[in-house]
């Protein structure tokens, strides 16, 4: 597998990384970038994530064989709507967006005739820290990414888009839009939401910033997702609103499950509902690899 | 600082990391054990965390300089009771129990004259797996451990105390008992029930299980400390009720807020929630060190 020219539109921590992981395996020839931010345009050309820095997504994109939109969700609707004019028919279109329903939905809307170019791609990757700066190439591996293609899409497009993401390193799923929309919204989204909402009722306390501070491990482990870049997480919580909402009621009744195990000083019933998660959770294994082999 | 005898109390992770961790120092000369299950006390025994398997708690806190209370929370009581009858007026004794107010009323309500030996210790590590055999003499290295003293604790032991949890690597804190357990049902406590809640709500939904499987770095993270141990978190709850349940209400206005500006697509209102909460979350530091250099 080698192609051509690589097009990046949004050369932040996503795009970058994607763009070095493909230039190790030596998949790509050339790769184009474009950016809004022309300061950001020219970071990644000196960090040589990108070979050439192009004033439009149109121009990013004509001759490209693969194009990567690797920009905050809210964002796609534009991008695809600038990009159709100069993408290639035979071009492999991929997103990296951490909800499928509103870009599939951009995507019918706008592509017209290139939409079978177009595999919805999300890596289960990243970092608390965003930004071209924190690329890297290992990025994506040992991490699962999901593909959502539409009947439309060419079969042969997402049998390439597979192979292209298992040469970064991830493990590759294929799920409905709907379906990836609400199981994101369980094991990502809402988790994210917790995390802020925990730090923000520590910082409505009179000592709450002192009380942070006295946090360990657990604290630590359980709150890094808090610290994820907010532009990108109202996209994704406004973007998914209906799953989400859904999930923070499931979460609510497990909460009060406890809450009354605790109110009613219920030994038994509160041992069960953590034993509950604790097998549950001692059993998760990211990838198949135990959490201590997988400290990265 | 070198002891005679450590009586350890409780030969589980806590307790067996402490011992190792003494020994390594060099700190102390034998360590005596007494452990519920005679299983762990051979166990204990032979990993040679301890040096003498012993028949009773009174056993192994005769002639002990050091005693070390390792038991889950609510055994604390019936423990202190068994070893009042031989521990020397001379003994530093000390728990590593997560709640301090219950500790610090048992110990009133038991100890009588011995109450000046009594230091409560709260070292913030762990692991979310428990036992003797996971026990390492690097497990209080770079963390917190807070001190609770009482107004009848010998000053002298106070430092005394405070030296010896140096020595095994942690930072040294003092707290009241009060502030001590309001503190960490807010950094420890509440962070643990939202993480078995989470659980909770994926696995009461049909396709729950499966979904988890689709959890990526930041699940993993997020929901490591849902793995712990039942039967410790059932006491910690219970016995820290009052402030888990003020700080389980904090949270929820908090998540409510967010829900209120998904619900209403205030795009504006929730990326000023979460840059509250990234901006606190990324300036925090475990004991003054960034997560990059803390992946222990």
Redesign the interface.
Known sequence: MKFKRLALIGCGLMGGSFALAMREQGCVKEVTGFSASLATRQRALNLQVIDRACDSIAQAVEGADLVLLAVPVRATDACLQALRTTLSPHALLMDVGSTKGDVVAAARATLGERLPCFVPAHP???K?VAGIEHAQATLYQQ??T?LTPLPETQAGHVQLAREVWERVGSTV?ELSPEAHD???A???H????????????????P?????????????????????????V??DI??MN?QE??A??R??????A???TA??S?D?AA??Q??????V???A?Q?NGLS?AN???
Chains 1, 2 share one sequence.
């Open positions: 289960i990757a990243g608390e991490r699962k999901i799923f609400a199981t994101f369980a094991v990502s809402l988790p994210h939401m917790l995390a802020f909402a925990a730090i923000n009722a520590l910082l409505a306390q000592h709450g910033h002192a009380m942070m501070q006295m946090g360990g491990p657990g604290f630590r482990d359980f709150s890094r997702i808090a610290a994820s870049a907010p532009a997480w109202r919580l406004l609103q989400v909402l999930q923070s499931h979460f609510r009744a497990a909460l499950q406890l809450e605790i109110e000083q030994a509160l041992e509902l953590i034993e509950q998660a604790s549950a959770r001692a998760w990211l959490d997988d400290a990265a």
